[in-house]
């Protein structure tokens, strides 16, 4: 019997159609499915490729007797049930590097974006406006960007930065030092919240990281500062975020994730003028999702035909 590969989330089209060419592999069906498609695909199985739409739950692992891998196209795993999987004996892989520029762009977007007030203004123009003065922003030239997790991700934050002359500080336990022009280390994330004029996070989703950011830190911030989130939701806490966001404590913020996705439509965050949503778009560039997808399909050949498994990610 050839593996049968159940692609939940989509993948590049050219990437696909490669993938479904191996004739040693059944690549099942099409390249989106749906949530119902994939829980009726699911006991045929013998590896998933997810982004992070689908959730690997121990309750998927029981309707999956014939998983053997799961591969995350992308990073961050939190999305899956390391230490369910690896009771089942299934293999959990990921990406890694293949979308990190893609979304450290995005975060830079959202500085942006939420700075020069751009988003409104271009909705108040679409309606027929043309409000100059209400939109009056802040340039991030010389600016002190605060960067919460100095990884790959967080590192070339910093280095795309480098052309608007800022002040970087970083705070990363795992970091002694950066090689990066300009770039100081703090000592504590109170240090990065009471200092920086705008705060971007790049840390994974962990015990250690979620809520990490509680409402105590956001009122540290000053009434100008923008905090940018595109790393993982449910690092923040979202109560508090609406909170000083209401109450105008900093100026703005954009988000690209959140603690449950998709956003609930009734949530209070979508009601925040000063709050730049976006639909968890970090990997979403076709250079990104070329990369991720061609790292899975090599990945998928690697363990199915050679029985190498590559960047496993363990409980």
């Known amino acids: 019997?050839?593996?049968?590969?159940?692609?939940?989330?989509?993948?590049?089209?050219?990437?696909?159609?490669?993938?479904?060419?191996?004739?040693?592999?059944?690549?099942?069906?099409?390249?989106?499915?749906?949530?119902?498609?994939?829980?009726?695909?699911?006991?045929?199985?013998?590896?998933?490729?997810?982004?992070?739409?689908?959730?690997?739950?121990?309750?998927?692992?029981?309707?999956?007797?014939?998983?053997?891998?799961?591969?995350?196209?992308?990073?961050?795993?939190?999305?899956?049930?390391?230490?369910?999987?690896?009771?089942?004996?299934?293999?959990?892989?990921?990406?890694?590097g293949a979308n990190n520029n893609s979304a450290a762009e995005h975060a830079i977007a959202l500085m942006m974006t939420v700075l020069r007030n751009t988003a409104a203004a271009n909705q108040t123009m679409k309606n027929g406006g043309w409000d100059k003065s209400k939109y009056t922003g802040l340039e991030l030239a010389n600016k002190k960007v605060g960067i919460v997790g100095?990884?790959?991700?967080?590192?070339?934050?910093?280095?795309?930065?480098?052309?608007?002359?800022?002040?970087?500080h970083f705070f990363d336990p795992f970091m002694e030092k950066s090689d990066i022009p300009n770039t100081h280390k703090a000592n504590t994330l109170e240090d990065i919240f009471s200092t920086c004029d705008v705060i971007t996070l790049h840390t994974p989703l962990?015990?250690?990281?979620?809520?990490?950011?509680?409402?105590?830190?956001?009122?540290?911030?000053?009434?100008?500062?923008?905090?940018?989130?595109?790393?993982?939701?449910?690092?923040?806490?979202?109560?508090?975020?609406?909170?000083?966001?209401?109450?105008?404590?900093?100026?703005?913020?954009?988000?690209?994730?959140?603690?449950?996705?998709?956003?609930?439509e009734n949530s209070p965050l979508r009601k925040l003028e000063n709050l730049i949503l976006t639909p968890h778009l970090g990997a979403g560039t076709e250079e990104a999702q070329i990369r991720v997808g061609e790292m899975a399909a090599h990945q998928l050949k690697e363990f199915f035909l050679n029985n190498n498994l590559l960047n496993e990610v363990k409980a």
Do not use: W, Y
């Open 1 to 96: 019997m050839k593996p049968f590969i159940l692609v939940c989330d989509g993948m590049d089209k050219d990437v696909f159609t490669s993938l479904q060419a191996v004739s040693d592999f059944d690549v099942h069906p099409e390249p989106k499915n749906s949530q119902d498609a994939i829980a009726e695909l699911l006991p045929k199985a013998n590896a998933l490729v997810i982004r992070s739409a689908t959730k690997v739950t121990a309750d998927t692992l029981e309707k999956a007797p014939n998983l053997k891998l799961v591969i995350r196209a992308g990073e961050g795993t939190d999305n899956i049930d390391k230490a369910a999987c690896a009771s089942k004996g299934v293999k959990v892989a990921n990406t890694p």
């Open 150 to 168: 100095f990884g790959r991700i967080g590192q070339i934050v910093a280095k795309r930065l480098q052309g608007f002359e800022p002040e970087i």
């Open 206 to 264: 962990m015990d250690k990281t979620k809520g990490m950011i509680t409402e105590e830190l956001l009122k540290k911030m000053h009434s100008n500062a923008i905090l940018v989130n595109a790393s993982r939701g449910g690092i923040v806490d979202e109560t508090a975020l609406e909170k000083v966001l209401k109450e105008k404590t900093i100026r703005g913020a954009g988000f690209d994730v959140f603690a449950t996705e998709p956003l609930e």
